[in-house]
C-alpha cells in the first residue's frame, strides 16, 4: 500500500501562476521531505520539516507540514519554467525514505 | 556538503550478463546505504537497505540472488545486477547516511542501466 499520496499527479500551469502540491502520509510524520527531479537525474533536496506547523520558504518555495504532521503542501509562487520537474516528498517510517509517486509539473510560456 | 557519487552513470549491458554499480560517500562515512529503483515515470521504491559489515535487507519482491549488495567499507556500497534481463532496465539512485549526523539521507545522481 502506498503510505503516501501526492496529488496532483500532474499538473500544467501558465507561468506566474501560483501552484500547490499536496502530500499525506497515512501515519504521522516523524520528518517530511521535498526534492525535485529532472526526469533521468537526481534528486535535488528542497526542503525538510519537522515540527507540526513548520513552514520553510526557499526562494519562491514554501512548504508547510501540518499541526497534526500527517500532510505537507508545497507551494510555487509565480511559477517559472525553471520550476518544471517531477516534484517528489518523502518521510521515513523509520529506516530509509519512503516517497509518493510524484508530481510532475510543466510550466508554459 | 555531504555529497555522494555513482558509478557508472549509465551502462549498457547484454542480456545474461552482469553489471555492477558503486555508490560512494565521498566527505563522510556512511554506515548505512540505501538502493532505489525508479521506472520510467514511476517513484522511486526502495529494494534493500545496505549495511557496513553485514547482510543487505532486500524489501519485499526484491530478488536478493539477483541483486547483489555489497557494503565492504564505511564509503562503498555495490549492487551487482546478475543475469541481467530487459525489464531490469531501470534509473538505480543510491543514497547514504552519515553516521555521525543527523538522520538526512544524501542521495546519488543515479545509474542508467539499459538492458539489450
Known amino acids: 500500500s502506498q503510505e503516501l499520496e501526492q496529488s496532483p499527479q500532474s499538473l500544467i500551469v501558465q507561468e506566474g501562476k501560483n501552484l500547490t502540491i499536496n502530500c499525506t502520509s497515512s501515519?504521522?510524520?516523524?520528518?517530511l521531505y521535498w526534492y525535485k527531479q529532472k526526469y533521468g537525474e537526481g534528486l535535488i533536496f528542497l526542503m525538510m520539516?519537522?515540527?507540526?506547523?513548520e513552514e520553510k520558504s526557499h526562494e519562491k518555495i514554501t512548504a508547510k507540514l501540518d499541526e497534526k504532521k500527517q500532510q505537507s503542501s508545497l507551494h510555487i509562487t509565480a511559477s517559472q519554467p525553471s520550476h518544471a520537474g517531477i516534484y517528489l516528498c518523502?518521510?521515513?517510517?523509520?529506516?530509509?525514505?519512503?516517497f509518493g509517486k510524484g508530481t510532475s509539473l510543466l510550466v508554459t510560456p | 556538503g555531504a555529497v555522494v557519487s555513482q558509478h557508472p552513470s549509465w551502462v549498457i549491458c547484454k542480456s545474461g550478463t552482469s553489471v555492477k554499480i558503486e555508490c560512494r560517500s565521498l566527505?563522510?562515512?556512511?554506515?548505512?546505504m540505501f538502493w532505489y529503483r525508479q521506472f520510467p515515470k514511476q517513484s522511486l521504491m526502495l529494494m534493500a537497505t545496505?549495511?557496513?559489515?553485514?547482510?543487505?535487507?532486500?524489501e519485499q519482491g526484491v530478488e536478493k540472488d539477483k541483486f547483489l549488495i555489497n557494503h565492504a567499507s564505511l564509503t562503498l556500497s555495490t549492487l551487482t545486477v546478475t543475469s541481467a534481463h530487459p525489464e531490469d532496465s531501470s534509473f538505480y539512485i543510491c543514497?547514504?547516511?552519515?553516521?555521525?549526523?543527523?538522520?538526512?539521507?544524501?542521495f546519488g545522481p543515479g545509474t542508467r542501466l539499459t538492458v539489450t
Open positions: 545496505s549495511n557496513e559489515g553485514s547482510k543487505a535487507t532486500y
Open positions: 520539516l519537522q515540527k507540526g506547523g
Open positions: 543514497s547514504a547516511r552519515d553516521r555521525l549526523g543527523d538522520y538526512e539521507q544524501y
Open positions: 566527505d563522510f562515512q556512511a554506515t548505512t
Open positions: 518523502g518521510a521515513s517510517y523509520g529506516n530509509a525514505l519512503n
Open positions: 501515519k504521522t510524520l516523524y520528518g
